[in-house]
């Protein structure tokens, strides 16, 4: 093969194979030396990829927990939007796509909002009621937990966040009524 800059060879257009070769520097601040690795090598040098650290001591660190938490090191997470899923209608039921989103509700009527099975254990979502339509959550195969027995919203401009610690159960907090 004809000696070629690497910008010059062709791109791989498949995912690599775990014995194809890489070319690798070893040494670039000394005597710099090329050296081949393959692509199982070098991943397996990574580790476990349940249990990562990313970053030295409290510099640019993230570490993802084997239980799958996400450790930012006391870190501020920046420049992070919620997705928003605007409903106009009077009736919606949530969907796993819903998962940390926020769900403004725009009705001047009432609202009815189902709470599904299957949604799985740790959904949570924020509910807005943003038009005058007071929202009503209904639960006819599901659980619904409010300290003061409440299964609606408060009023326009109303917030709520509905948590599942249990699958099929649900935790309704915030701005609530009867």
Known sequence: MAT????????????????????IVDNP???????KITV??????????STKTVGTGNNN????????GVDLGGN???????????????SYTLQ???LGKIVKFTSGSAINVTLPTGLGLGFTCTIIQYGAG???????SSTLYNRQ?????????????????VADVFVLAGDTAS
Do not use: M, R, W
Not at 29 to 35: D, I, L, N, P, Q
Not at 76 to 90: I, P
Not at 134 to 140: A, D, W
Not at 151 to 160: D, F, I, L, M, P
């Open 134 to 140: 007071q929202i009503t959550f209904l639960h006819p």
């Open 4 to 23: 070629k800059k690497i910008t010059e060879l062709n791109a791989l257009s498949a995912t690599p194979d775990s014995a194809d070769i890489l070319a």
């Open 149 to 165: 027995s409440h299964e609606k919203t408060a009023g326009q401009y109303a917030v709520v966040s509905l948590i599942s610690c």
């Open 40 to 49: 199982s090598n070098l991943l397996g040098s990574l580790g476990d990829a």
């Open 76 to 90: 501020a997470l920046s420049n992070f939007d919620a997705s928003v899923n605007e409903q106009t209608g009077t």
């Open 96 to 98: 796993a796509s819903d």
């Open 29 to 35: 601040g000394g005597s710099a030396e090329t050296k």
């Open 61 to 68: 660190v993230i570490a993802v927990g084997s239980g799958g």
